[in-house]
């Protein structure tokens, strides 16, 4: 069963600073007991290494990235993911979970959600991922009646951030790519599955700040980028999510209130999803 004694929680960090803390503070307020570490892709934003040693005391270790980038989209990441993964594996653990610094949680990572996360995995060998976001509206999510789960295609086998099965990938002799999308292509090809469990516990804060080959994305809605976040659940809201019938998909607008805005609401509103986190 997925656990504190088998399960690493990795954030991958890059000039974040205030979703950084967001991420940090709801790992810790959500996910008590798990051990922790952060690799950061050398950031020189003052706030972002400011959160990082705040923190410090929730880390068993803090990495630091300083390989050349060389001009890749996203800098050192999956560099960073290999790193970690064979990290994760000398050490023993079974399971990375793999958390992106735009991300956070809204709900906590209790008994019974790795009770339903587990089932997945023991039901179904083939899967090396729960990816355990939200879901954006206007994605065709396939409903997965017997798993009670969730799936994007059958070629989306995998993410940069979810729980990742270690010993899985190992048994297939894995090195992780450059590239989602051709980690993803090939670990289909390998007959590998990701998928959204019923009960989703994270989600990507909105409007955060974008880096692109290691600059920031400028963008012409002016917006308090990366100080936005997610107001934590409340029992009563988990109780209505976790009695929804499975052919109700966990999005994020249905389910999740955003904080910490004011007119930015307006663009919230009227934004398409895809656009609300980048």
């Known amino acids: 069963m997925i656990d504190p004694s088998n399960t690493l929680l990795c954030i991958f960090s890059y000039n974040m600073g205030p979703a950084l803390r967001t991420c940090l503070q709801s790992i810790r307020d959500m996910c008590a007991g ?8 050398d950031s020189r934003d003052a706030e972002t290494l400011k959160v990082i040693s705040e923190y410090e005391d929730m880390f068993v270790e803090v990495f630091r990235s300083t390989d050349h980038k060389q ?17 994760a594996h000398t050490a023993g653990w079974t399971y990375l979970f793999m958390i992106q610094d735009d991300m956070q949680f809204v709900r906590p990572f209790s008994n019974d959600i790795r009770k339903q996360y587990s089932r997945l995995f023991e039901d179904n060998p083939s899967l090396i ?9 206007g994605g065709n999510y ?22 990742t099965n270690i010993e899985r990938l190992k048994a297939l002799k894995w090195s992780f790519q450059e590239g989602e999308r051709n980690n993803a292509r ?22 955060p700040t974008v880096f692109r080959r290691g600059k920031r994305k400028r963008s012409l809605i002016l917006l308090h980028r990366g100080h936005y976040r997610f107001q934590y659940m409340t029992e009563a809201e988990i109780a209505v999510m976790d009695s929804r019938p499975a052919e109700e998909r966990p999005y994020f607008r249905t389910f999740l209130k955003p904080a910490n805005m004011r007119l930015s609401r307006i663009v919230y509103a009227l934004r398409k999803d895809s656009k609300i986190h980048n």
């Open 34 to 41: 798990f051990s922790v570490v952060v690799i950061d892709d």
């Open 142 to 163: 396939e409903v997965l009646p017997e798993q009670r789960a969730y799936r994007y295609n059958a070629t989306t086998s995998y993410a940069d951030a979810g729980i």
């Open 71 to 87: 001009g890749r989209r996203h800098g050192n990441l999956y560099v960073n993911i290999q790193r970690m993964y064979e990290y």
């Open 129 to 137: 991922q729960i990816d355990p976001r939200f879901l954006r509206r």
């Open 186 to 207: 090939a670990l289909t090809a390998l007959g590998c599955q990701r998928v959204f469990p019923f009960s989703t516990i994270m989600a990507q804060v909105p409007f």
